[in-house]
């Protein structure tokens, strides 16, 4: 077997047990309803918090929701950070000047806390 080929088995074999993984946690969080009125309450609090999150949608930078919701960067840093301390958004991608685009966590599809 070519290295390449090796490369991409190992890479695929990677792929579908972080696919598990997630499939795994998505079944033990949908049962978790305690988690989901704590989440409901966080949301809820704060209404920049939840304006955030529901800005979010893995393409836009902190700079780029910043403009959208009219307020400055550091106040969606802030907020960005409380989301993903929590767990309910992650790190997509980070772009080659060091921009972050976040998307949700697997918690948005257990809980569909963007309709809230």
Do not use: C, P, W
């Amino acid at each position: 077997m070519s290295e390449s080929q090796e490369l991409y088995a190992s890479v695929n074999y990677i792929k579908h047990k972080v696919d598990a993984i997630e499939k795994i946690e998505f079944l033990n969080l949908r049962s978790n309803k305690a988690l989901q009125e704590e989440y409901v309450a966080l949301l809820q609090a704060d209404e920049l918090l939840l304006r955030v999150y529901k800005t979010i949608d893995g393409s836009k930078s902190q700079k780029e929701i910043a403009t959208e919701l009219g307020t400055n960067e550091m106040e969606i840093s802030r907020k960005i950070k409380i989301l993903e301390e929590h767990g309910l958004i992650e790190i997509k991608e980070v772009g080659k000047n060091g921009k972050k685009i976040h998307k949700y966590s697997v918690a948005e599809k257990a809980f569909k806390l963007s309709k809230i």
